[in-house]
């Protein structure tokens, strides 16, 4: 379906893709894995035309109806959801028109004409049988439903919608267009634990062939077939699912690793006999010997180890013992989208929000901290309250570079520091002249932990922390959260990532108003 060969890409004095080969066969059930960073977005730009590679071949099948999740696809305002999601079926709605145009023009035909007019109209009558196109409302409800737009509404206009409620939308859409082939980067970044469920199933049962991006690795053990793993510019081929890569990559990284250290002790042998018997005549030549055999030999690099992150957060002076309290509190903007609710949270608790998107977990932290008013009722917060707060979608437009990022917040600190700050996270110095809009989601999220890290805090709000975050910097973030001796409030859609953090689980689903 798709053959790609020797594709390399530079940006910005960085190599991105060095020499990359891949290839697709029908049906295959592809995961691109690897550390932020590393240029899976990239490729799919490559690969779908939307960014021209420095050099390589792209070759895809005539058979291959390519679908994209484009999370930067832009959404016209006045159009509903439904409107949006019926594009789908253009090419359909537009075979039904000229059938219906073919039989008003009838009486205008000759004999000859009718009867070639009669086929066509009878090829596209068996077209849209065989399409489903008149079970079209039925189909657009389901997927709707299995991803949550039900509880938007299909009638709300599009330009009202999140950043998350966005790409609900557009993979929805891409779902019902049903390509040969799904390019899919990071879909469950949005999707809550239900919808993050459906879309398994249905990715499981699909016949045709797709390539997905994502860090949720339960997800990819249940819907990947074969791993490509991104290290170093380059691609490796994996058959399996993630565990399966992850035994093979060990073990492929072992014995790299050993293979370095006996020809390194080699080397050592070879250049210590030269230095000592260079020089005497007798043993001149067995020296010259060593040295041909040296400078022939292929060298094994050492395996390049990516800077890994070490995240922490610095635990200020003591709250007082209520952190917020709740009193007939409704959440809310136009209309109401609780029930009053009643609650506190103490000192030292630790709280994961869990439910359906759009019933309010983001609107619940803001209200809480003042950022937004209650619809009705009152959010009381704490004395001596210190938050580091987390927030679920940044600016896409930032033109900051991550130094300047840092910076704009801790003018007082020195450009070296504000270097060893986000060295310390994981970046390189090449992240950190770099412009937040364009840095991957994974490096982005990042910047805006080291903000968190460099003040003194003792309650720490998460909003979706996961998002974009490579498998090694979640588990480090989670040890950062074990770590943090203050009281947590974290939103997450990753069970894995949050039931061992917390004392307790706040399901907005018993709060809603909203019939789900």
Excluded at 220 to 241: C, K, L, Q
Excluded at 279 to 307: C, F, H, W, Y
Excluded at 475 to 490: D, R, Y
Aim: glycine share 6%; charged share 30%.
């Amino acid at each position: 379906m798709l053959s790609v060969e020797k594709v390399n890409h530079d940006f910005g004095g960085r190599i991105i893709l060095s020499d990359v080969s891949f290839r697709l066969k029908k049906g295959e059930h592809v995961a691109l894995v690897g550390p932020n960073g590393e240029g899976k977005s990239t490729f799919l730009k490559i690969i779908t035309n939307k960014l021209m590679p420095d050099e390589g071949i792209i070759k895809w099948s005539p058979k291959a109806k390519v679908g994209y999740l484009d999370q930067h696809a832009e959404l016209q305002k006045g159009k509903s959801i439904r409107d949006v999601l019926n594009e789908a079926f253009e090419e359909v709605i537009e075979l039904e028109k000229k059938m219906l145009q073919i039989y008003e023009e009838m009486a205008n035909f000759t004999d000859e004409e009718m009867a070639v007019k009669l086929e066509e109209a009878a090829d596209i009558q068996t077209t849209l049988d065989h399409s489903g196109y008149y079970m079209i409302d039925a189909k657009v409800e389901e997927v709707a439903n299995g991803l949550g737009l039900g509880d938007i509404g299909l009638d709300k206009d599009v330009s009202e919608l999140s950043g998350g409620q966005r790409t609900k939308v557009l993979l929805t859409k891409l779902l019902l267009q049903r390509p040969t082939i799904l390019l899919l980067d990071e879909p469950t970044n949005f999707l809550d634990e239900n919808h993050i469920e459906w879309l398994k199933r249905y990715l499981q049962e699909y016949e045709n062939s797709f390539i997905l991006i994502s860090h949720d690795i339960p997800f990819i053990n249940h819907v990947a077939t074969v791993i490509y793993h991104i290290e170093n510019g380059e691609f490796t081929r994996y058959t399996g699912n993630y565990d399966d890569f992850k035994r093979m990559y060990d073990i492929k990284k072992r014995q790299a690793e050993q293979a370095f250290e006996k020809q390194q002790k080699e080397i050592e042998k070879l250049e210590d006999f030269i230095a000592r018997n260079k020089a005497r005549v007798a043993t001149r030549g067995m020296a010259n010997s060593r040295q041909k055999k040296l400078d022939k030999m292929e060298r094994i690099e050492r395996v390049r180890e990516k800077p890994k992150p070490k995240f922490g957060f610095r635990y200020g002076r003591a709250s007082g013992k209520i952190v917020f309290e709740a009193k007939d509190l409704v959440l809310g903007y136009d209309e109401a989208l609780t029930s009053p609710l009643n609650m506190t949270l103490e000192r030292g608790k630790r709280i994961a929000l869990k439910g359906v998107n759009g019933l309010g977990k983001s609107t619940l932290l803001k209200t809480l901290m003042g950022i937004i008013k209650p619809f009705d009722g009152k959010a009381i917060q704490g004395d001596y309250l210190e938050v580091g707060y987390f927030e679920q979608e940044s600016d896409p437009n930032n033109s900051n570079t991550a130094i300047e990022e840092v910076w704009h917040e801790y003018p007082a600190l020195t450009n070296l520091e504000v270097r060893a700050a986000l060295a310390k996270c994981g970046l390189t110095n090449d992240h950190i002249t770099s412009q937040m809009k364009v840095l991957s989601g994974g490096e982005a999220a990042k910047v805006r932990l080291c903000k968190l890290m460099l003040r003194d805090i003792n309650l720490l709000v998460l909003d979706e922390p996961t998002n974009h975050l490579d498998v090694e910097a979640k588990e480090e973030l989670k040890s950062a959260i074990k770590a943090f001796k203050g009281t947590l409030l974290v939103v997450s859609h990753e069970p894995a990532f949050y039931m061992d953090l917390v004392d307790d689980v706040w399901n907005v689903e018993d709060w809603t108003t909203k019939v789900i």
